[in-house]
């Protein structure tokens, strides 16, 4: 970090830690520890990911065989993630919508950062890992294949997919479906709204009724049972955003305190009056709740906090392996399959050891993973087109 510029999480601020043009982004604070939270919430985000890709393991083609979701191991202890986890690209989408407002979203409007610095930072950080997984599981599908005659869980291996995941397009409307590394599909997503984003910015401005407007035109879509996930990503990406600035409006405020002790009461309370009243059974239930609880989440999750420089060092290591870990899963998870196959064995996927050991080694495989490939490779490919 520059000379009298205090720590920040490593993972969410490193984009905007260094001079663009010769300038550094003003949307760039200098708060102790801003945002460390959001690395915690993240993290347990990409864990409810893993949590509910378990059931891969129970796959026979494209669907799960002899599969009791209750039977899953560790069940009374990890039901939330194994139920809802999959709601965890929500919340990605929301977390990306805050980082990307909070960093960018002067820098961008003021032409701080052109198309091409924006372009480089986003590629640099998603297309390498991306790249290199996507050759694992075509080869180790392939080989899966020989031997099965289907392919493991993703079914639509072919060069059209090919094509289109290797210019992350595989859930642009294109597919017939989940292909090679499946979970790539909201990265997919999330490109085209990096893309609005930049746009709406440059050439329309950063006025907080612009990004309200597109919320509530998501949202009207949704209701109006037009929506898809590329709608469904802006609306979680712009309300996160909408977190981020208003945060930054009232931190300065007289106000901060007064909204963060609302903040906490809704987020603490929400919950329970959902539960009393028994408003999961509406059929937009996720939506509507996710949409307006983990927003609240993030602004909470964003205070300025003091921890010990180890908790932050650990914080900021967790954080840092959630994207690595969401790439990384199924490949690991294919050649566990393949394992079993040629040894002639069966998964153990009921037994509490193979979970801890697969979530476990998922994590640590996945800490390397960015510490040996994406934070080199990332640095040297900004390094080299900055």
């Known amino acids: 970090m520059g000379s009298g510029m205090k720590q920040v999480p490593i993972s969410i601020m490193r984009e905007v830690s260094k001079p663009v043009n010769g300038m550094i982004a003003p949307t760039l604070h200098n708060n102790h520890n801003k945002l460390l939270g959001l690395e915690v919430i993240r993290f347990v985000s990409a864990l409810s990911v893993l949590v509910w890709h378990y059931q891969h393991f129970f796959y026979r083609a ?25 709601n965890g690209v929500q919340v990605f989408w929301c977390i ?191 939506y509507f709740f996710l949409i307006l609880y983990v927003p609240n989440l993030l602004y909470l999750g964003a205070q300025n906090v003091a921890v010990h420089p180890v908790m932050q060092k650990i914080i900021e290591a967790v954080g840092n392996m959630t994207y690595s870990s969401y790439l990384i899963h199924f490949p690991l998870q294919l050649i566990i399959a393949l394992y079993c196959l040629w040894t002639q064995q069966a998964i153990p996927r009921h037994s509490t050891l193979f979970f801890a050991g697969f979530m476990l080694g998922t994590l640590v495989v996945s800490y390397y993973v960015y510490r040996f490939f994406e934070m080199p490779v990332q640095a040297s490919i900004r390094k080299r087109f900055r």
């Open 96 to 286: 990306s919508g805050f980082i990307f407002f909070w960093k960018y979203r002067y820098a961008i409007a003021e032409k701080i950062i052109n198309a091409k610095s924006f372009f480089v930072l986003r590629f640099s950080r998603l297309y390498p890992l991306h790249l290199v997984t996507l050759l694992l599981v075509a080869l180790l599908q392939s080989i899966y294949f020989f031997y099965k005659n289907f392919y493991f869980v993703y079914q639509n291996n072919n060069v059209k997919h090919f094509l289109l995941q290797l210019f992350l397009a595989s859930s642009w409307g294109f597919e017939k479906g989940a292909s090679f590394n499946g979970p790539i599909w909201s990265i997919s997503v999330e490109i085209l709204i990096y893309l609005f984003f930049f746009i709406i910015l440059r050439y329309i401005g950063s006025s907080l009724f612009i990004n309200i407007a597109v919320v509530f035109l998501c949202v009207i879509a949704k209701l109006a049972d037009f929506s898809n996930s590329i709608f469904d990503c802006l609306a979680f990406f712009y309300v996160g955003g909408l977190s981020a600035i208003a945060l930054q409006y009232f931190e300065k405020t007289k106000y901060q305190n007064v909204l963060r002790a609302f903040t906490l009461c809704f987020v603490v309370l929400f919950p329970l009056v959902v539960f009393i009243d028994n408003m999961y059974q509406n059929q937009y239930f996720a």
């Open 62 to 86: 494209d669907k799960p065989t002899d599969f009791v979701r209750e039977h899953q191991p560790l069940y009374s202890f990890f039901g939330f993630f194994y139920d809802y986890g999959y």
